[in-house]
Structure formats: structure tokens, C-alpha cells
């Protein structure tokens, strides 16, 4: 029996063996005919060279037609992939020291038009007023429609103390507004910290530069010495920068060897994963991070793998969503290729290129104005409530005590150090919510685990249901 099905599965096998090598010839086929319409295509490009080159109205030189060919290559692509000239090239080199020339801003290009990612703090372009999430519809008197990422960048780059004007179309304006800016060098200082009630620390990260990680270390050694117990990490309006720093940057608050971002290309070189390690002592405290539309690249990295990691509590608005790898490649002229090559996922496999983070929990930014306008409306229904409370030290002009005239007062500059932060705060509803939420941590925590321990009290208002 056995000897009669042996032809049967010779057959059998040889019919497998005839789709196997009818198959790989297809995808041979393909190949080559892929390969032979390239090389039509490249025989067409070049009578269209020749053919310029005789007959159009004026004469253009061959290096002219050749680099804007390759512009328009990798115009099809991406927003982010891009050609670099020889000067170009050397300027982006510059931006990551942290020390550049320009008006301050942050610029990608979002369904094709050109979008402020965010402002640059301390910089012409905040002081004038740029937001993130402005379209800049003109550059002096060009229209950016169809202009590349990089040729926007080389237009508003330009000499130091000279003018530019762009236009700008933003969500509550009736019509597009032109703004008049200064360039200026822009000198960024990465990291900033303060600190809140005697207690809570605060630390801005203002971009991801080369010095961004051991800036942190010394921010975070001074706020310890002053007693910290919690922390607030702010990467709102941060477009983001180097990747190492992201990944130094979130190792910091991890304290065991943890994945923070992977990789993921077409080539196996592309996917790479990147991890905490212990050789710095993370820190431990209460974390909360803010983010806004203007937290872009390895800010959202760190905002991701925190959240994921359950280390922070993220709060704000949706981030910008930019995340894809580029590959800086330098070419034999000088020049470089900007590639993207990959894309970024966070430890749990969320992908952050278009989806940005979505924060723990949601808190919309209240323009200054409309706090300062509420501030002013509820004045006049409070202040008849206020006046008995107020004491005679409180009224405005008055006499002043013995040791107010001898001398001022030792705590009058930490007064005022106080006074400033309470302003801060008074301006921005999204740290405010941070620090309330901080401040009652320690309250919460002690609720919470008496209830773990002895059950919830039936006189409580927390029900467990």
C-alpha cells in the first residue's frame, strides 16, 4: 500500500516545487521589471534635461535643475525627510549645541501647511507673541503653499538684528495677522526649575540638546537639598530634540532596567530598543508631567514611556504626534540626506507618529486674558466679603511700625520670590492643577491605604462601590 502512494507524493511534491519556482520567478519578474521602468523613467528625466537645457526661454544651469529634481524626490515622501545643501547641512549641525541664530520657533508641516510646533521660550518669536498650533501662511511676501520644510527654515533664518515679517493664521482669529520679528542668536537654556509651597519641585526642560541630561542631574541636586518631596516635570511647548537626551532624560526617574522607546523600520538596522539601566539612582518622588500641542519628538517619548511605565501621572493637552526616526546621511558634496527611517512606539506599543500622548488627565489652557477678565469680575462681588478680614499692615498707604522703618524685614526678598510663583501659578490653570494635585498627595495616600487596611468607614463620603 505504502509503495503504491510513493508516485503520488512524488507528484504532489513536484506540483509544490513548480508553484515554488513559478512564484519566485514572478517576484523575479517584478524585480526586474520594477528595476527596468526605473531606468525608463531615468532615460525620460534626462531628454527632459537636454531638452531644457536647448530650448527653455532662458539659460539654467544643470546643478540648478538636478537639486531641485532631488528637492521635489523628497518633497513625495514625507514632511520630515528632506535635502540638505552643503550650508544647510552645517546650519543644522549648529541648532543641536543649543546655540543658534533665528527668531525662536519650532516648525513642521501639518496637512501640508506650515505649522508652528512651538515657540522657543525667552526668544523674538515668544516675545512677539507666536503661538503653537500658528500657521504661517507667508514668509515676507512668499507664500509658504507648497514651500518645503527646509526651504521655510532657510527663508526665516537670516542675519542677526534683521527683520522678518510672516503671517499668520490662528484658530481665534476672524482674519490672517502679520507679525514683524527681530532675529536674534538664540541662546536656549535647557532646563529651569523652581520650587512650590517649601515642598514641590519644578523642573522645565525647554528642548533635548546635547547638555539637557547633566543640566537635569543639577536641577534636580539643588531642589533635593531644598527639601523636595514630589515633582512636576513641564515639556509643554518643548519640540523636542536629541534622542540619547530622551532617553537620559526618563532613565532619571526609573530606578530598575525598563524599555522606554523601540524603533521600527523596513531594515532590521532600524529597529532598536532603548532601555534604563542602574547606573544613576532614579529618584522617586511623585511625578507629574505636563504636556501640551507644543510637546513634540523626544518630549513625547519621555511623556510615553512614563505613562506607560505607570511612574507619572501626564496632564494637559494632546501632544503634537511627531514620531518618526530621522536619519541624518551625509553625501560625498557635503551635502546630507535627512531621512525618516523608522518610527518611535512607546514600552506598551502605542505608536506616537500621528496619535501624539493623550494625557492622564485632560486640562485645557485658559488664555491669561480670560483669567485676567475673571479675576476682575469676581474683585468687585468679593471685595466687600474681604474688607473685614483685612487688617491695617493690609491697607494701602498705611503708617508704618517701628521695625518697617529702621529696617526692612529679612524674608522681604524670599516674600517676593513667593509672591512671583503665586503669579505663575495665577497664569497658568494647568500648573496650578498640578500642584493642587501634589499637594494633596500625601492626604490621598493616607486615605487610600487606611482603607486597604481597615475598609472603608461607613461614615465616609469615599464610597469603594
Do not use: C
Not at 521660550?121 to 507666536?130: I, K, L
Not at 497658568?428 to 492643577?433: K, S
Amino acid at each position: 500500500m505504502n509503495r503504491l502512494n510513493w508516485p503520488i507524493k512524488f507528484i504532489v511534491f513536484g506540483a509544490f516545487l513548480i508553484v515554488y519556482l513559478l512564484l519566485t520567478i514572478n517576484v523575479f519578474a517584478e524585480e526586474d521589471q520594477g528595476k527596468k521602468n526605473a531606468y525608463n523613467k531615468l532615460k525620460v528625466f534626462s531628454e527632459i534635461i537636454s531638452l531644457i537645457e536647448s530650448n527653455y526661454v532662458e539659460t539654467v544651469k544643470s546643478d540648478t535643475m538636478i537639486e531641485g529634481a532631488i528637492r521635489g524626490m523628497v518633497k513625495s515622501l514625507d514632511p520630515h525627510t528632506s535635502y540638505m545643501p552643503p550650508a544647510t547641512y552645517k546650519e543644522m549641525q549648529v541648532e543641536t549645541t543649543g546655540k543658534f541664530g533665528g527668531l525662536g520657533i519650532e516648525i513642521s508641516m501639518r496637512d501640508g501647511v506650515l505649522t508652528v510646533v512651538s515657540p522657543i521660550e525667552e526668544t523674538p518669536a515668544f516675545r512677539a507673541g507666536v503661538k503653537a498650533g500658528d500657521k504661517i501662511i507667508k514668509i515676507d511676501d512668499e507664500s509658504t503653499l507648497d514651500m518645503t520644510l527646509q526651504d521655510a527654515v532657510s527663508l526665516l533664518r537670516g542675519e542677526t538684528g534683521s527683520p522678518i515679517k510672516i503671517t499668520i493664521f490662528r484658530k481665534n482669529f476672524k482674519a490672517p495677522k502679520e507679525f514683524t520679528i527681530v532675529r536674534d542668536i538664540i541662546k536656549v537654556r535647557s532646563v529651569v526649575h523652581k520650587l512650590y509651597q517649601e515642598d514641590i519641585g519644578y523642573i522645565k526642560l525647554r528642548n533635548f540638546s546635547k547638555n539637557t541630561s547633566s543640566d537635569l542631574d543639577k536641577a534636580l541636586d539643588d531642589l533635593e537639598q531644598k527639601g523636595i518631596t514630589k515633582l512636576i516635570l513641564d515639556v509643554r511647548n518643548n519640540p523636542g530634540g536629541l534622542l540619547n537626551q530622551a532617553v537620559e532624560v526618563t532613565d532619571r526617574f526609573l530606578n530598575r532596567e525598563n524599555l522606554i522607546v523601540y524603533t521600527k523600520g523596513r531594515s532590521n538596522e532600524q529597529n532598536m530598543r532603548f532601555t534604563s539601566h542602574d547606573k544613576v539612582a532614579g529618584v522617586n518622588y511623585p511625578l507629574i508631567v505636563l504636556v501640551n500641542s507644543g510637546s513634540a519628538s523626544a518630549s513625547e517619548i519621555v511623556a510615553g514611556a512614563l505613562q506607560d511605565l505607570n511612574r507619572a501621572i501626564v496632564l494637559g493637552t494632546p501632544t503634537f504626534g511627531k514620531g518618526s526616526v530621522q536619519t541624518i546621511i551625509p553625501l560625498s558634496d557635503g551635502s546630507a540626506l535627512k531621512l525618516t527611517t523608522a518610527r518611535y512606539y512607546t514600552p506598551s506599543g502605542r505608536v506616537i507618529q500621528e496619535n501624539g500622548i493623550e494625557p492622564d488627565i485632560l486640562v485645557e489652557m485658559e488664555p491669561v486674558e480670560e483669567i485676567e477678565k475673571k479675576d476682575k469680575d469676581e474683585e468687585s462681588e468679593e471685595k466687600t466679603k474681604l474688607r473685614r478680614f483685612l487688617r491695617e499692615k493690609d491697607l494701602k498707604k498705611h503708617l508704618k511700625g517701628k521695625s518697617s522703618i529702621e529696617g526692612i524685614d529679612e524674608g522681604t526678598s524670599e516674600e517676593l520670590k513667593v509672591k512671583k510663583l503665586h503669579e505663575d501659578l495665577k497664569k497658568d490653570n494647568q500648573l496650578q492643577q498640578a500642584v493642587s494635585l501634589l499637594s494633596g498627595w500625601e492626604v490621598m495616600k493616607k486615605m487610600f491605604k487606611n482603607i486597604r487596611i481597615n475598609g472603608p468607614d461607613s461614615n465616609s463620603r469615599i464610597s469603594m462601590k
